[in-house]
T-cell receptor, first 113, second 113 residues
Framework: SAVISQKPSRDICQRGTSLTIQCQVD?????MFWYRQQPGQSLTLIAT?????????ESGFVIDKFPISRPNLTFSTLTVSNMSPEDSSIYLC??????????FGPGTRLLVL | GENVEQHPSTLSVQEGDSAVIKCTYS??????FPWYKQELGKRPQLIID?????GEKKDQRIAVTLNKTAKHFSLHITETQPEDSAVYFC????????????FGAGTRLFVKA
């Protein structure tokens, strides 16, 4: 498995502001993903973070709202922009260590007031 | 579109009994089927997976079966213990150049002592 860390672990933010979440892996990985998990719900893929190119977004998610960076093979950031209470959720990064097996970070619990 | 249905949404069993969770998927290109366990407040953890060239896989008290023709796969937990209580997610993954994983809605398992 991989050692994956996320910062911050939780935050409380005011509506209209933005929050950047960091995901760090202990070794190089090919693929990194960002998911959202709303309270009591399943995991919804936001985007695939591509190293050296623009992220690939899923239907319903756009770059202006969720800009993603992936400067190298061990690090990625997800920004939640112009937040509203509907953005309150847990945001998880995951990595693929080979053969499509994903390991998840500990998550960032976001509350927007 | 792509979809993974999971049943039941809630399952309550007596300690020592077996638990079965069933999933169906829609995308015939799916070829990898992981199962995750998520305890309250924690990240999803991979517990077992199966690939499309295999019909069954077992790991101690946990087994997974796959019927590619019917697009069904199931998780079987035998001799359940209170520590098996958690939310279980099935998922289906297909190659996309990289790959893309769709998660089921989750099953909340309660094991009563």
């Amino acid at each position: 498995s991989a050692v994956i860390s996320q910062k911050p672990s939780r935050d409380i933010c005011q509506r209209g502001t933005s929050l950047t979440i960091q995901c760090q892996v202990d070794s190089q990985v090919t693929m990194m993903f960002w998911y959202r998990q709303q309270p009591g719900q399943s995991l919804t893929l936001i985007a695939t973070a591509n190293q050296g190119s623009e992220a690939t977004y899923e239907s319903g998610f756009v770059i202006d709202k969720f800009p993603i960076s992936r400067p190298n093979l061990t690090f990625s950031t997800l920004t939640v922009s112009n937040m509203s209470p509907e953005d309150s959720s847990i945001y998880l990064c995951s990595v693929d260590r080979g053969q499509e097996t994903q390991y998840f970070g500990p998550g960032t619990r976001l509350l927007v007031l | 579109g792509e979809n993974v249905e999971q049943h039941p949404s809630t399952l309550s069993v007596q300690e020592g009994d077996s638990a079965v969770i069933k999933c169906t998927y829609s995308d015939s290109a799916s070829n990898y089927f992981p199962w995750y366990k998520q305890e309250l407040g924690k990240r999803p953890q991979l517990i077992i997976d199966i690939r499309s060239n295999v019909g069954e896989k077992k790991d101690q008290r946990i087994a997974v079966t796959l019927n590619k023709t019917a697009k069904h796969f199931s998780l079987h937990i035998t001799e359940t213990q209170p520590e098996d209580s958690a939310v279980y997610f099935c998922a289906a993954s297909r190659p996309t150049g990289g790959f893309k994983t769709i998660f089921g809605a989750g099953t909340r398992l309660f094991v009563k002592a």
